[in-house]
């Protein structure tokens, strides 16, 4: 967990330069870093509270041990969710306006920020639960595909920036 919060926080800071390097000047793009660095902050957390329950003599207290597994989760559940689900709605209505991703991968990046917005819910609610795996597992598979495609737009850009001089 600790060790994945480092590539989530590059990949959000890469995401947010490609989105200005690509002439977006929004607000979104700045939602979306604070959502990348506040999904990777709630990971190392949880990283680091999920070690902690390694530790022999905190093994030894029942309440201790239930005290910080629920802090590991509920960074590594509902923390991560709403940041990611922040990173995701960012970059996808930013992508929106400028065209830069295609209507279906943005429509999956807004269902898996409306997931993770609404994933905030299970510290009120048990049932919301549910839509923590669904922003973690669809939101790797968006993450991905967004950026090979925003990977794409910046060759096709350079091309027309090629044709037109």
């Known amino acids: 967990m600790f060790a994945s919060a480092v590539p989530l926080g590059l990949f959000a800071v890469t995401m947010v330069s490609r989105l200005r390097f690509l002439g977006v000047r929004a607000a979104g793009t700045n939602i979306a870093l604070f959502g990348g660095l506040t999904a990777a902050n709630a990971l190392i957390l949880s990283g680091l509270f999920g070690w902690v329950l390694s530790l022999p003599d905190v093994a030894a207290s029942v309440s201790m041990v239930r005290a910080i597994f629920f802090l590991s989760f509920l960074f590594g559940g509902a923390a991560y969710a709403v940041g990611f689900g922040l990173m995701a709605a960012g970059v996808c209505v930013t992508s929106y ?21 609404f994933s905030s819910l299970s510290l009120v609610a048990y049932p919301a639960n549910f839509l923590i795996p669904i922003t973690r597992y669809l939101g790797f598979l968006w993450l991905l595909l967004a950026a090979v495609k925003l990977t794409k737009s910046r060759d096709e850009a350079g091309a027309a920036d090629v044709v037109d001089a």
Request: hydrophobic share 65%.
């Open 97 to 117: 306006f400028y065209h830069l991703l295609p209507r279906w991968l943005i429509a999956l990046g807004m269902l898996v920020a409306v997931a993770g917005e």
